[in-house]
Nanobody
Framework: QVQLQESGGGSVQPGGSLTLSCEFSGLGDYCAGWFRQYPGKEREGVASVDNFASASYSASVKGRFTIFRDNAKNTLYLQMNSLEPEDTAMYYC??????????????????????WGRGTQVAVSS
């Protein structure tokens, strides 16, 4: 059983940076990722990374966000730079029951991810 717990959310001004953390257990070599959800909307994929550090990003965050995992610390990270008001959302970490992340295709399908944390809120405003 995989367990995930996010932290690190908060308020930041446009152009600022924030790093989210997700402590995990039972992840093994499974694919892990970050999703976000706007009020009244479906969850959308942000980034995913496999156990070989191969990462994929949605077009809206590519070049601004970086996903990485530290298996020694059992932690998944999402470093977010150049934040925009449109990045304001609830952020969730998630994992698939597979080492294969499937690139941006599976990022577009939250149903491909089995385990979910409870989320951490990010707010970007001046």
């Amino acid at each position: 059983q995989v367990q995930l717990q996010e932290s690190g959310g908060g308020s930041v001004q446009p152009g600022g940076s924030l790093t989210l953390s997700c402590e995990f257990s039972g992840l093994g070599d499974y694919c892990a990722g970050w999703f976000r959800q706007y009020p009244g909307k479906e969850r959308e994929g942000v980034a995913s990374v496999d156990n070989f550090a191969s990462a994929s990003y949605s077009a809206s965050v590519k070049g601004r966000f970086t996903i990485f995992r530290d298996n020694a610390k059992n932690t998944l990270y999402l470093q977010m730079n150049s934040l925009e008001p449109e990045d304001t959302a609830m952020y969730y970490c998630a994992s698939r029951e597979s080492p294969y992340c499937g690139g941006v295709y599976f990022l577009s399908q939250s149903s491909q991810f089995t385990y979910w944390g409870r989320g951490t809120q990010v707010a970007v405003s001046s």
